[in-house]
Structure formats: structure tokens, C-alpha cells
């Protein structure tokens, strides 16, 4: 019996959040170890290294989002994979152009040219296949991906550290290298078992393949300003904070958001935005009801246990995990609790919305996030001197997205009922 969009959706969001945990387990445990013997000032070069070339080629990850949305409304993967191919190449060479001299020569950085080179072209491919795999709704290989690579990479890193005598430094940059392309190897071959590949070939710009290409930037810029909401928290503690305040945000909080929204947030992106589309197109809009209604209750319930856990054991939590010293990252974690519940429901929305291909709506909705966040903060400044007003500020950005978010979709399931019964008619 083929399985529906509902259970596709639900097992494969299921199966990520474990997938997330064992990558997030490995990757952490592996700091953590690392943090113990290698000198700090070289892994502080080498997360600033990865961090600078992440950057230059994470907006790419929103085509994959237009790339599910347009593929299950046209079917063309030979136009659309074409068009992603041409683009990634474009940014591969400017990262390799301009962003590597910059880091060598500007930054003065001491990294070997072949490990930064390994890393932008590893980088690059591990980017290509998720988003291909993405496009063709293909989960158990991209949940297997999740966990392979830190693997992989912990296991190469002891290979040059033990075995070939490299430096950690040097151990760390090939390690990254090589899982990276190790996990592209593993999804090309998975995927190639299952559907062909297509063709390198000249594209042909029709009336779809332009609005997928619309499309695409939009999704990069909407990625974009999801980076810049987190950032411009970084950027007020820094301003107008001390740097105990400071350390209680990067070490704590922040880690703290990240590594909840990889868990909940992401995989509705991954698996709940391909099914939505699919229903879409399929005008199945039972399963879509069953979908939202049983992402609501897995929402409310992860939601009120975070934020339970953390009004009765905030402080014990903080206590557990790291120094004494970081105490005062209590009260903020609890805020944070508070309005995690909106990230994840506005996650879903945004899915939604996307679905039907209302791309720019999803990215002025991202704005009005970004100007809410910097309205709020200077807001609750006149009224407070804590650093609590910065996540409170993170959570009004989050609850505006919410409410507009709220309105479109609501309008959207309108409109399909209406459609609904005049067909009936």
C-alpha cells in the first residue's frame, strides 16, 4: 500500500529528530574531547575558517526549498537541477576568488591553500546533493547523511592525527574536508540507485523556470535574514553588554537555540515542506489538515515540556553542563522557553506558505521578524538595563512572524474551502 503524505511526513520528521540527536551527540561530545588538549587559539582559527566559508555558501540551502516547491509542480529536475548546478559553481568561484584571499591575506590566518580550497569544494558538493535529495523527497538518505558525516569526520581526524602524524589543526581541516565529500559520495550514490542523473546541458528559461529562479532568491534572501535575526542578538549583547553577559549568550544560549531548532525546526523545512507540496499539487488537502493538525500537538507538547523543564530546573540544567560561572544564563534560557512554541508553529506556516509558492511573502514575513527584533529591543532598553531584553526582543521578532504568518495561512485555507465547495457545486 503506498504510504500518504501524512505518514510519509510524520515518520520521516520522526526518524530526523533521532538522526539529529545522534549527529548533534557525536559532534558535541567531539568539542568537548578536543577542547580538553588542543590549544584554544587553534580551534578558535579553525571554527572562524568554517564559520567565514559557511557562510558564503549556506544561502544556497534556500534553493532547496524552491527547488521541492517547483519540482512538484512542473516535474522539470533536468531545468531546475541545471539551474542549481550553474548557480553553485558561480558561488564556489566567488567564495574561491574573493572570500580565500580575504582569509588568508586579510584575516592573516595561517591555513594551508589545498585545506581551504578541500573545504569550500567539499562544502559545496555536500551542499548540491542534500539539496538534490531535498528536490526528490528521498528522507532515509538524507537522514543517514545527518549522522555519517560527524562521524566520518571523527574518524578521519584520529587517521591523520594518530596514524599520519598531523597536526590537530591540520587533522581538523582534512577531517572536515573529507567527511564532507564523503557524505556527498554516500547521497550521489544512494540517490543514483534510485533515479538517474540528469544531464549537463544549456537551460531553457520558460515562464517556470524563470519563476523558479525568482524563487530562489528569494528563499536565499529569506535564509539570509533567518542568519541576520540570530547575529543581530550577537551584535546588541555585544553593544550595549558586558562580555560576562556576553560569554552567558555564545556559550549558553545560543548553542541552546541552535541546537533545538536543528532538532524541530529544520526537519519541517526537509520533510514537511516536499509532502505539503506534493498535496498541494495533488489538491489533497485532507492530508494536509492531518498533517497540521498533528504537527499543532507535537508542537504544544514539545513546546510545554521545554518550558516546564526549564520554570523547575533552569538553574540545576545551567548547573550540569557547564562552570558556575555561567549561572546568569538561567533566566534567559526560561525566556527563551517561552516563546519556543512560536518558532516551531511559524516553521510550519512558513512550509505552508511556501508550498503554494508564495515565496516573497515568506521572505517579508522573515523582515518583519528582523525590524520587530530591533524595534522590541530598543523598546525594553527604556525599561531595563538586563541582557534578558535581547532575547525578549528574539521572541517579539518570532511572535510578529507568528501572527502574520497566522493571517496568510488562514487566508490560504479560506480560499481552498472556498474552491472546495464551488467545485462541489
Known amino acids: ?33 578536543l577542547a580538553q588538549w588542543v590549544e584554544k ?14 557562510m558564503s555558501l549556506i544561502l544556497l540551502s534556500g534553493f532547496r526549498a524552491s527547488m521541492v516547491v517547483s519540482f512538484s509542480q512542473t516535474k522539470n529536475d533536468r531545468d531546475i537541477t541545471n539551474i542549481f548546478r550553474y548557480s553553485l559553481i558561480i558561488m564556489v568561484l566567488f567564495t574561491w576568488g574573493l572570500v580565500l584571499p580575504y582569509i588568508k591575506h586579510q584575516l592573516n590566518i595561517d591555513v594551508e591553500y589545498i585545506q581551504l580550497v578541500g573545504i569550500i569544494l567539499g562544502m559545496g558538493f555536500k551542499v ?12 532515509d538518505i538524507a537522514n543517514k547523511s545527518i549522522w555519517i558525516e560527524p562521524l566520518v569526520q571523527i574518524i578521519l581526524f584520529l587517521v591523520c592525527y594518530y596514524l599520519l602524524a598531523q597536526t590537530p589543526t591540520a587533522s581538523l581541516f582534512f577531517s572536515l574536508m573529507l567527511s564532507n565529500l564523503a557524505a556527498a559520495a554516500y547521497m550521489f550514490i544512494q540517490r543514483r540507485k534510485l533515479i538517474a542523473t540528469t544531464p549537463l546541458a544549456p537551460v531553457q528559461l520558460n515562464p517556470d523556470m524563470k519563476n523558479f529562479v525568482k524563487k530562489s532568491v528569494m528563499s536565499s534572501l529569506e ?37 533545538l531548532t536543528m532538532l524541530f525546526v529544520f526537519p519541517v523545512y526537509r520533510y514537511i515542506l516536499p509532502e505539503l507540496a506534493q498535496c498541494i499539487r ?14 499543532i500537538k507535537l508542537s504544544l507538547t514539545i513546546s510545554s515540556v521545554l518550558l516546564i523543564s526549564l ?3 533552569r538553574h540545576e540544567l545551567v548547573d550540569l553542563v557547564f562552570p558556575e560561572t555561567y549561572a546568569k544564563a538561567a533566566p534567559i534560557l526560561l525566556h527563551f522557553g517561552l516563546f519556543f512554541g512560536f518558532m516551531m508553529l511559524n516553521a510550519y506556516q512558513i512550509a505552508y506558505i511556501k508550498s503554494h509558492g508564495l515565496f516573497l511573502q515568506s521572505l517579508l514575513i522573515r523582515l518583519l521578524g528582523v525590524v520587530t527584533l530591533l524595534i522590541m529591543f530598543y523598546l525594553l532598553r527604556l525599561h531595563t538595563d538586563n541582557v534578558v531584553a535581547v532575547i525578549l526582543a528574539l521572541g517579539c521578532g518570532y511572535f510578529s512572524m507568528f501572527i502574520a504568518s497566522s493571517i496568510i495561512e488562514r487566508r490560504l485555507l479560506k480560499q481552498h474551502k472556498l474552491n472546495q465547495t464551488q467545485e462541489v457545486s
Open 223 to 259: 535564509v539570509g535574514a533567518s542568519i541576520l535575526m540570530v547575529y543581530i542578538t550577537v551584535l546588541l549583547t555585544i553593544g550595549y553588554f558586558t562580555i560576562d553577559e556576553l560569554g552567558d549568550f555564545q556559550v549558553v544560549v545560543r548553542p541552546m537555540i541552535a541546537y
Open 1 to 33: 500500500m503506498t504510504e500518504s503524505s501524512f505518514e510519509r511526513a510524520k515518520s520521516a520528521f520522526i526518524n530526523a529528530i533521532w538522526a539529529t540527536l545522534a549527529s548533534v551527540s557525536l559532534g558535541l561530545a567531539f568539542k568537548i574531547w
Open 311 to 313: 520554570l523547575m530546573f
Open 282 to 295: 495533488n489538491k489533497d488537502h485532507q492530508q494536509i489538515a492531518l498533517i497540521r493538525r498533528w504537527f
Open 41 to 54: 587559539s587553534d580551534l578558535a582559527l579553525y571554527h572562524t575558517v568554517v564559520d567565514i566559508i559557511s
Open 128 to 139: 548540491y546533493f542534500t539539496n538534490q535529495i531535498g528536490m526528490y523527497r528521498l528522507y
